[in-house]
């Protein structure tokens, strides 16, 4: 069956430290793969998106990796803050029309 | 804002009501999406329009019904709902191109309205 797996179980890490997180997936074949960070009581916003040809892709404290071979997408955050806590949403873009399909998330907590 | 409106932000509906949730966007963009985010699980695809035309219909119970009048406006209409229907409903736009091709851009969500149903 098709799945698409980020953990679970909260992410706590202290400030300044790197937070990575993971986005595995099976059963698909994304041509591109994007992370949004979603805020309790908000809907999603954009970050990133790597398409299936890209290893890596940077935006300011923020770096997204895409192994198509591992099926895997991690996703960094460097110099981590407190206002980066968030839920955080890795989405597969399957299909036409810049369909999404989207993981459950991960909640990140960074302490001071 | 994020340039998508949703209203209402709150919705309390009994099972035997008729409402309507809008979706406005001014973005420019020509493709629309809506989303069922409930507790704990991914945010399940609903609806794609793309140029006011309906282009995937995900299973989804008759008892909700989309419309899409023009580019910039789409409404969920809602009917004999169940309790297990209760969620926060996500509008989404983006940039597509016509016709089933892939062309990545990032979505522009709503803040979405919290249904629930009594």
């Known amino acids: 069956s098709q799945k698409i797996e980020q953990n679970s179980e909260a992410l706590n890490i202290q400030e300044g430290k790197t937070a990575t997180l993971t986005c595995n997936y099976t059963n698909y074949s994304p041509a591109y793969l994007q992370w949004y960070r979603q805020d309790p009581g908000r809907g999603p916003v954009f970050l990133l998106l790597i398409r299936e040809n890209e290893k890596e892709k940077r935006k300011e404290r923020l770096k997204v990796t895409f192994d198509t071979t591992l099926k895997q997408s991690l996703f960094h955050i460097t110099a981590s803050q407190p206002a980066d806590s968030a839920t955080y949403l890795c989405a597969l873009g399957v299909g036409g029309y810049n369909k999404l399909i989207f993981g459950a998330g991960t909640r990140l907590a960074v302490h001071p | 804002e994020t340039g998508v409106t949703q209203t209402p932000r709150h919705l309390v509906m009994g099972m035997t009501n008729k409402k309507s949730l809008k979706c406005e966007q001014h973005l420019g963009h020509n493709a629309m999406y809506w989303y069922k985010q409930s507790a704990k699980k991914p945010l399940e695809l609903m609806f794609v329009y793309s140029l006011e035309e309906r282009v995937e219909n995900n299973s989804v119970p008759s008892r909700f019904s989309p419309e899409c009048p023009n580019s910039s406006h789409l409404f969920l209409h809602l009917h004999t709902l169940q309790p297990e229907d209760s969620a926060l409903y996500l509008c989404?736009?983006?940039?597509?191109?016509?016709?089933?091709?892939?062309?990545?851009?990032?979505?522009?969500f709503g803040s979405g309205t919290r249904l629930t149903v009594v």
């Open positions: 989404a736009s983006s940039q597509a191109v016509t016709g089933p091709e892939n062309h990545p851009h990032g979505y522009t």
